[in-house]
C-alpha cells in the first residue's frame, strides 16, 4: 500500500515562521481541543524553551508527525473516491443476483434443483459472515487503499474464473468463481460509512453514504435487467452457452477496467480531515487500542445492539425477497422471465431514489431515529400490499406496489449505516457497518431457506406473510432504540472551538512580527 507522506505536501508557513513558533513559549505547537475527555491523553505539547523542539512532543499520536488535523478542509478528489467505489460495488452486486434473475435458465442448463441455484446468492451471505471479523481487522490495520484494491481485485478474479464453467458438467466451477466474487463482497460492504466519514464533511456525509449503496443497488438492477436480455429461455445448449460466455466476458472486461482505475485513482485518506468529528477520531486513534475490546464496547451498546437487529430484518427480507422474486412472478404469471426482471428493477430504481432523497434529508434534518422509524413503518406497509395484490392477475399493479415497497425497504439501507455511525462515534465506521451486514447475511439466509420452503409447500401468500411478521418485529424495536447522536455533538462548533480559531489567527500574525525580529 502506497500512502500519502504528508511531508511532501507543500507548508503554510515559512521556515521563519515555523522556527518561531518552536522556539516561542508561549506559544503551542498544536492547540488541539478535546470534546470528550477520552481525548485527554492526546493533548498538545507546548514547545520547548529551549528553541529545539523535543522528540516526544508530538501533538497526537500519529505515525506521519506533520499532519494537521486543526485544518478542517474537504478534498475535491472525494467524488471521484465515492463514485469509483459505486462502481466497483455495483458490479460486485451485479454478478450477486445474475443468477437468481434467470434462475429458471441456469436450473436447465446445468440441470440442478432451485436449491442449488439459491445457494449461488446465499453463498454471498455465508462467507460475509465467516469473513467480516478478519477484513473489519485488515481494514483497521492495512486502511482503506489497500481493502479497496483487494477487494475490486477479488471481483476481478471471480468474474474471469465463471469463463470456465461454460459446459453443464462445471457447474463446480460456477461456485468457485461465485465463491471467489462473494469474498470480494466482504471488502465492499462494511465500507460505505467509513468512506463517507473519511472524505466528506457534515453536511455531505449522509448523502455520500447514500451514493454508495445507490452503487450497489444499481448493480443488483442490472442484475435483475440485463441477464434476461442477454441469456434468452432457449432449448439449445450450446447457444445457450454462447449467450453465457457473452456475458462473463461483459462483466469481466468491465471489472478488469475497475480495478485498473482503483489501483490508479484510489487514494488513503485526503491531506485534511473533512470535519470536526473526523480530526477528533484522528487524534484519538491509538495503535496500541484494543481490536476485541472495540468489539466488546460495541456490544455493551443497547442501542446499536437494537439497530443490529432491525437492520438485519429488514435487509434480510429484502435479500430473500430479491433471491426468490423470480420464482414468485412466475408461479403466477408464468413465462414472464422478462416482466420477472423488469419488477425487480422497479423495486431496485425506486429503492435508489429513496436512498439519496434519505440521505439528503439527514444532511439537512439529522433526524436520524425519526426517519428510520417512518421509512421502517412504511416499508412493512408496502409489505403487506405487495402480498395482498401479487396474486391478482394484474401485471401493472404488481410493478406499482413492488416499486412502492422497495423505495422504503432499499432506501433504508443507509439510514442504517449512518445511525449506526452516529451510535457509535468513535469507533470505527467498518466495524459498526460490517457488524450491521453480517446480521443482515444471517437474516437474508434464514429468511431466504424458509420462504423457499413455505414458497415450494404453501405458496407465496404464506411466504410474504412470513417476512411481514418479522417486519413487524422489527418496527416495534426500532420505537425502542435510542437517538444518541455522538457524532452529531462532535460537530457541534462551541465556544472552545471558536477561540481557538481566533487564537491561531492572531498567533500567525504574531509569528510574523517575532520572525522580523529574529532576521
Known amino acids: 500500500m502506497v500512502n500519502e507522506d504528508?511531508?511532501?505536501?507543500?507548508?503554510?508557513?515559512?521556515?521563519?515562521?515555523?522556527?518561531?513558533?518552536?522556539?516561542?513559549?508561549?506559544?503551542?505547537?498544536?492547540?488541539?481541543?478535546?470534546?470528550?475527555?477520552?481525548?485527554s491523553t492526546h493533548s498538545s505539547t507546548l514547545a520547548q524553551p529551549s528553541g529545539l523542539a523535543s522528540p516526544s512532543s508530538s501533538a497526537h499520536p500519529s505515525s506521519s508527525g506533520h499532519e494537521d488535523f486543526t485544518v478542517i478542509k474537504v478534498s475535491k478528489r472525494r467524488w471521484a473516491v465515492v463514485l469509483l467505489f459505486s462502481c466497483y460495488s455495483m458490479c460486485n452486486a451485479f454478478q450477486w443476483i445474475q443468477y437468481g434473475s434467470i434462475s429458471n435458465v441456469f436450473m436447465y442448463f446445468y440441470e440442478v434443483s432451485p436449491f442449488a441455484i439459491d445457494w449461488l446468492s446465499m453463498c454471498y451471505m455465508l462467507t460475509?459472515?465467516?469473513?467480516?471479523?478478519?477484513?473489519?481487522?485488515?481494514?483497521?490495520?492495512?486502511?482503506?487503499?489497500?481493502?479497496?484494491?483487494?477487494?475490486?481485485?477479488?471481483?476481478?478474479?471471480?468474474?474471469?474464473?465463471?469463463?470456465?464453467?461454460?459446459?453443464?458438467?462445471?457447474?463446480?466451477?460456477?461456485i468457485l468463481g461465485q465463491v471467489i466474487c462473494s469474498v470480494a463482497q466482504v471488502f465492499i460492504l462494511g465500507m460505505p460509512s467509513r468512506i463517507a466519514s473519511v472524505w466528506f464533511g457534515p453536511n455531505e456525509v449522509s448523502k455520500a453514504c447514500s451514493i454508495v449503496v445507490f452503487g450497489n443497488q444499481l448493480g443488483i438492477a442490472i442484475g435483475f435487467f440485463v441477464p434476461p436480455i442477454l441469456v434468452p429461455n432457449i432449448e439449445d445448449k450450446d447457444k445457450l452457452a454462447y449467450h453465457i460466455h457473452l456475458m462473463f466476458c461483459l462483466i469481466g472486461g468491465f471489472a478488469t477496467l475497475l480495478f485498473i482505475l482503483v489501483v490508479i485513482i484510489f487514494k488513503e485518506k485526503p491531506k485534511y480531515p473533512p470535519s470536526r468529528a473526523q480530526s477528533l477520531s484522528y487524534a484519538l486513534a491509538s495503535p496500541d487500542a484494543s481490536y476485541l475490546s472495540s468489539i466488546a464496547w460495541l456490544f455493551k451498546n443497547l442501542n446499536f445492539i437494537l439497530l443490529v437487529i432491525t437492520y438485519g430484518l429488514n435487509a434480510g427480507a429484502f435479500y430473500a425477497l430479491s433471491t426468490l422474486l423470480n420464482r414468485m412472478v412466475i408461479l403466477h404469471y408464468p413465462g414472464e422471465e422478462l416482466n420477472a426482471g423488469r419488477i425487480s428493477l422497479t423495486i431496485i430504481i425506486a429503492g435508489m431514489l429513496g436512498a439519496v432523497i434519505s440521505g439528503i434529508w439527514l444532511d439537512r434534518s439529522k433526524t436520524y431515529k425519526e426517519t428510520v422509524l417512518v421509512v421502517y413503518i412504511i416499508t412493512l406497509v408496502g409489505m403487506v400490499v405487495y402480498t395482498m395484490t401479487l396474486n391478482l392477475g394484474h401485471l401493472w399493479v404488481v410493478f406499482i406496489t413492488a416499486g412502492t415497497m422497495g423505495f422504503f425497504m432499499t432506501g433504508y439501507l443507509p439510514l442504517g449505516f449512518e445511525f449506526a455511525v452516529e451510535l457509535t462515534y468513535p469507533e470505527s465506521e467498518g466495524m459498526s457497518s460490517g457488524l450491521l451486514n453480517m446480521s443482515a447475511q444471517v437474516f437474508g439466509i434464514i429468511f431466504t431457506i424458509s420462504q423457499g420452503q413455505i414458497i415450494s409447500n404453501y405458496g407465496t401468500i404464506h411466504g410474504n406473510i412470513f417476512l411481514c411478521v418479522f417486519l413487524t418485529l422489527g418496527t416495534t424495536l426500532t420505537a425502542f432504540t435510542k437517538a444518541d447522536l455522538q457524532r452529531q455533538r462532535a460537530n457541534k462548533e462551541n465556544p472552545e472551538n471558536k477561540l481557538y480559531e481566533e487564537e491561531e489567527i492572531n498567533t500567525s500574525k504574531v509569528a510574523t512580527t517575532v520572525s522580523e525580529e529574529h532576521l
Not at 515559512?14 to 522556527?19: A, G, L, M, N, Y
Not at 485488515?138 to 474471469?160: D, M, P, Q, T, V
Request: aromatic share 10%; net charge negative.
Open 6 to 39: 504528508p511531508n511532501l505536501e507543500e507548508r503554510d508557513v515559512t521556515p521563519e515562521q515555523e522556527f518561531v513558533l518552536q522556539a516561542d513559549p508561549s506559544m503551542s505547537a498544536h492547540a488541539n481541543v478535546s470534546v470528550y475527555p477520552r481525548s
Open 128 to 174: 460475509y459472515i465467516f469473513l467480516l471479523l478478519p477484513v473489519a481487522w485488515l481494514l483497521e490495520k492495512f486502511g482503506l487503499r489497500a481493502i479497496s484494491i483487494a477487494g475490486s481485485a477479488l471481483n476481478c478474479l471471480g468474474a474471469w474464473v465463471k469463463l470456465g464453467n461454460l459446459q453443464p458438467h462445471l457447474f463446480t466451477v460456477t
